[in-house]
């Protein structure tokens, strides 16, 4: 059974509609999924997981939002060598970085070592359209399918 992981920041409730729909799409009798908001978990709780997904609105002019810094300083220097992970986000193409907290996480999470096994998702606000939904169970199924592979 793959353990999964679910973490997220979500001021308005997109970047949360987009975490509900990729564990909507992935959840099946061979997965337990944790879904949690980054900041009441503990980086050290990674290393529970097979799979880890996290995703975050993007602040201002491109930056993480205040509830996922303490948590991204804490993963560093972690070793997350054999996880798996993705990370999606929300974001509104008003700002000049759209989605730019999903690129600076995906670089965290490389830098530890995690294996990203599918590009990041960005949805522009809330995956309303039958396009973004689309995109989401792709980003999810995928995530799902590469992650069993290995195990």
């Not at 308005?12 to 999924?33: M, Q, R, V, W, Y």
């Not at 970085?97 to 522009?124: H, M, S, T, W, Y």
Request: proline content about 3%; overall charge negative; glycine content about 8%.
């Amino acid at each position: 059974m793959a353990k999964i992981l679910i973490a997220f920041a979500s001021m308005s409730g997109n970047t949360e509609d987009i975490a509900e729909l990729i564990k909507t799409t992935i959840e099946s009798p061979s997965h337990e999924i944790e879904m949690k908001e980054i900041e009441n978990i503990s980086s050290q709780k990674l290393l529970d997981y097979d799979g880890i997904i996290l995703g975050a609105y993007t602040w201002g002019d491109g930056e993480l939002p205040y509830e996922v810094e303490d948590f991204y300083d804490d993963i560093e220097g972690l070793d997350l060598a054999g996880k798996k992970v993705a990370v999606f986000g929300s974001g509104d193409h008003a700002y000049p970085k759209f989605c730019a907290a999903v690129d600076i996480l995906e670089e965290r999470l490389i830098a530890c070592g995690a294996n990203l096994v599918e590009e990041g998702l960005k949805v522009e606000l809330a995956p309303e359209t039958e396009e973004d939904i689309e995109r989401c169970v792709t980003f999810a199924f995928n995530f799902s399918n590469k992650l069993e592979e290995t195990l």
